[in-house]
């Protein structure tokens, strides 16, 4: 059997897979053309994907999942370290050794009959001293044209390893029965190490996502001096060409894939302003030789939920999708073969199939109660294909970051955008991330759920530490530290009802942010931050919508309200150190600090 790499490590490793699994055949992907069209062939004759209309969606095919088996699974999600401490209260742990030995009998023989798939890729631009290498070894033919999309597959991607580096994670994945009781995704990070059993669901299966990019990646920034944050990544481009880079975290449902592929409003393209995406979900960041922060997207491609992207909500998302993307739990509307999806527009298919397989009539079924496509159904797009990417995007050096953003769905408190007084304020900002629940979401509403940085599920470590880490590296940065923000588009009136606009009105609150970053405006400063002074954000085209009055409320720091936050956030801080948490004296200082601010 030919090897792609001469490097022993890798070679042993997946020698040692071989002899776990027990394979009847191993095929080593080398990323051509050739080869990954010959297995896109062989799934849709065994009827693991499905064919789509090729004139209107070429290159697309489609995929099914077991209904068990459609989302990430946080409960079946665990982080192995050797000290339970190190894996902190917001993972969930088990010891390294007994884990090892739980799953070794499940992945003995489990590939049996089987191909196994080997899959070198690169986190990262190819040759970037900020890319990482995987290999991932999976039974699963969905999970290399996946994998091919969203990373850089092949060969190629042994260069930045070389033949004798150690340092590339091990990623085994075996789909076994897709039993839900025996579904384990472990993250190792002690030993660079990924173990998938029983899903066949992308986030839990495309292990360089947020297993690798994510939660072994933070890991490997705190020991090696860098960061990886679950964070989108774009650029302004101003009037004179010159562009400012920007990233920006948000928990789920607050608007991150639309941000990242922001269409500026009229009043701003007509004077020759443009944003370009660099990433959607990913920053990895690090101190480049002139002291600055740069970022790089990690992947290669955009893992979207199609639910809600239309043409008026993401036209960007939705044109990137629509050629050599991989479909997976949407409806296909049989008429033409083409794929749609709730909020795709008003027309659900009258002969369709919905996201189970089964045949029927769309308007009727959602009548009933039906949603044709899953909730979390995807498309795995490739970036390149996205009508906004910048030209940056495969910089091996990464951006220059101006700034960094924080955002949350809060209906009162939160204004509509303020400014950190330093790295560490900012640091707070972020571990202070937090969402109120949706109807959508649970029964109750309002309910707050703390999401810092929003990378609680994907801290590869204790979050203490990882507070502490984000510190060290506001130190290490200096003066060089990019400036940090907190917005909120989602304010509402005493009726409920949003009162900023959103959407490609946003990018009216990044203007008034690199304004901020290059000294060009004031700011009114407050208790909690710098706020906008009066007539600085920019509302020409939507002065009707958005009067004094309403920029007044957006714009509103209530003191009541905020003394309730810092009670919320001491008591949050209170509950993770009671569970192991070692959280940074400088943090419990800034509360300290706010409340007196807030009193004066």
């Known amino acids: ?50 064919a789509l209309n090729q004139e209107k969606l070429p290159g697309c095919i489609y995929h099914r999942t077991n209904p068990n088996d459609v989302a990430r699974v946080e409960d079946r999600t665990f982080i192995c370290t050797r000290n339970k401490e190190d894996a902190g209260p917001t993972n969930n742990w088990c010891d390294p050794k007994e884990m090892y030995a739980k799953l070794t009998p499940m992945y003995d023989g489990v590939m049996a009959g089987r191909t196994m798939y080997v899959i070198p890729y690169s986190m990262g631009p190819i040759g970037s001293p900020l890319a990482k290498v995987g290999v991932e070894v999976t039974d699963s033919i969905y999970v290399v044209l996946n994998m091919d999309i969203m990373t850089r597959v092949g060969v190629k991607a042994f260069e930045n390893l070389g033949d004798t580096s150690d340092d590339f994670v091990r990623g085994l994945h075996a789909r076994a029965d897709i039993d839900p009781e025996k579904r384990y995704i472990v993250q190792f990070p002690e030993d660079n190490t990924i173990w998938s059993i029983n899903s066949g669901y992308g986030g839990n299966v495309l292990l360089g996502k947020k297993c690798f990019a994510l939660r072994i990646a933070s890991f490997q920034g705190k020991n090696e001096g860098w960061m990886a944050e679950h964070m989108l990544i774009l650029g302004v481009e101003k009037p004179d060409g010159e562009v400012k880079y920007i990233t920006a975290a948000f928990p789920s449902a607050c608007g991150k894939t639309n941000l990242a592929m922001l269409i500026p409003p009229a009043c701003y393209t007509e004077a020759g302003y443009k944003v370009w995406t660099v990433g959607d979900d990913i920053a990895w960041l690090k101190q480049g030789p002139d002291g600055k922060l740069y970022a790089i997207n990690p992947e290669n491609g955009f893992f979207g939920v199609a639910p809600g992207t239309n043409e008026k909500s993401n036209p960007n998302a939705l044109h990137t999708a629509m050629r050599d993307t991989i479909f997976t739990n949407v409806a296909i509307n049989n008429a033409d073969q083409t794929v749609w999806w709730e909020k795709l527009d008003k027309n659900p298919p009258v002969d369709a199939t919905e996201w189970k397989g089964a045949k029927v009539n769309g308007p009727e079924y959602i009548a009933q109660g039906g949603s044709l496509a899953h909730p979390n159904s995807r498309f795995t797009a490739p970036a390149r294909n996205c009508p906004c990417i910048s030209k940056e995007f495969n910089n091996p050096a990464g951006v220059p970051v101006s700034a960094i953003i924080f955002g949350g769905r809060r209906a009162s408190t939160t204004p509509l955008v303020y400014q950190s007084f330093d790295w560490i304020h900012g640091t707070y900002v972020g571990s202070a991330v937090s969402s109120e629940t949706t109807a959508a979401a649970t029964g109750a509403v309002g309910v707050l759920r703390h999401d810092p940085m929003a990378m609680k599920p994907f801290i590869g470590y204790n979050v203490g530490d990882y507070w502490a880490h984000w510190l060290e590296m506001g130190e290490k940065l200096g003066e060089n530290a990019p400036k940090i923000f907190n917005v909120n588009w989602f304010k509402q009136d005493e009726n409920g009802n949003f009162i900023w606009p959103g959407f490609g009105d946003n990018m009216r609150v990044l203007d008034w942010i690199i304004k901020r970053c290059e000294g060009t405006i004031d700011a009114e400063e407050t208790a909690i931050g710098y706020l906008p002074k009066m007539g600085d954000i920019n509302v020409t085209g939507i002065e009707d919508e958005v009067t004094p009055e309403i920029m007044e409320k957006l714009l509103h720091v209530d003191k009541e309200l905020w003394t309730k936050e810092i009670a919320e956030m001491r008591n949050y801080y209170k509950e993770l150190s009671d569970k192991g948490a070692r959280i940074p004296a400088a943090l419990e200082a800034q509360l300290d600090a706010l409340e007196a601010r807030l009193a004066k």
């Open 1 to 50: 059997m030919a090897t792609l790499t001469k490097n022993p490590n890798v070679n042993a490793w997946v020698d040692e897979m071989i002899a776990l699994t027990k394979p009847e055949k191993v095929v080593w992907i080398d990323g051509s053309d050739e080869q990954l069209q010959a297995l896109r062939d062989e799934a849709l004759s065994t009827g693991e994907m499905v």
